[in-house]
């Protein structure tokens, strides 16, 4: 159980163009996802939070408008990189918790982007 | 500040035993996980220790000494598909990790 899958594996854009990035719970209720980047040879570093059906709480120096998050239903959260630079380039790794259980976070395999 | 200290590389020999520390500074605390992540994937779960003293999983164990704000990861019996690299992650106040940068952990034959 606690399966989070994301979507695509991989993706390669052009510069400005727009990348969405799905993460959902295949067997829970995801209350809470999280979205991550790491750079290479970089832990991750979180992005925002997300509860279902509110505004996502993005980190300190993480552009809202370049970074759009939905969390509209219980199993979907998804990002979308809007114009996409090269500098945007990363790994983008998403997780999820279900209310009352703050000790469990899963983790899905991860989306690498690649902007040309 | 938050901040969580490892470090950054470590080498050691198949059939051995390495033990990788971490430090932290937090704001409260709720407990410390560690992570293996493997080259172009996503973290899993190794262990989760939230009292003081050893927690035991086979081959992995890990320590936590919350006075001292210090925790360990031992790994007994290395085979070559260890190599990875190890987080170190504090979940504190919010409930929110906070990671270390990770320790990249090379086995060598």
């Known amino acids: 159980g606690a399966v989070v899958s994301q979507h695509p594996s991989w993706v390669i854009c052009k510069s400005g163009t727009s990348v969405k990035i799905e993460c959902r719970s295949l067997d829970f209720q995801a209350t809470t996802m999280f979205w991550y980047r790491q750079f290479p040879k970089q832990s991750l570093m979180l992005m925002a939070t997300?509860?279902?059906?509110?505004?996502?709480?993005?980190e300190q120096g993480v552009e809202k408008d370049k970074f759009l998050i939905n969390h509209a239903s219980l199993t979907l959260s998804t990002l979308t990189v809007t114009s996409a630079h090269p500098e945007d380039s990363s790994f983008y790794i998403c997780?999820?918790?279900?209310?009352?259980?703050?000790?469990?976070?899963?983790f899905g395999p991860g989306t690498r982007l690649l902007v040309l | 500040g938050q901040n969580i200290d490892q470090p950054t590389e470590m080498t050691a020999t198949e059939g051995a035993i390495v033990q990788i520390n971490c430090t932290y500074q937090?704001?409260?605390?709720?407990?410390l996980f560690w992570y293996q992540q493997h080259a172009g994937e996503a973290p899993t779960f190794l262990s989760y220790?939230?009292l003081d003293g050893l927690e035991e999983k086979g081959r992995f164990s890990s320590f936590l000494s919350r006075s001292k704000g210090y925790s360990y990861l031992l790994l007994k019996e290395l085979q070559m598909k260890d190599s990875a690299s190890y987080l170190c992650a504090v979940l504190d106040s919010n409930y929110q990790l906070i990671w270390g940068a990770g320790t990249k952990l090379i086995i060598k034959p």
């Open positions: 997300s509860n279902e059906g509110s505004k996502a709480t993005y």
């Open positions: 997780s999820a918790r279900s209310q009352g259980q703050e000790i469990d976070q899963y």
């Open positions: 937090t704001s409260g605390f709720n407990g």
């Open positions: 220790n939230v």
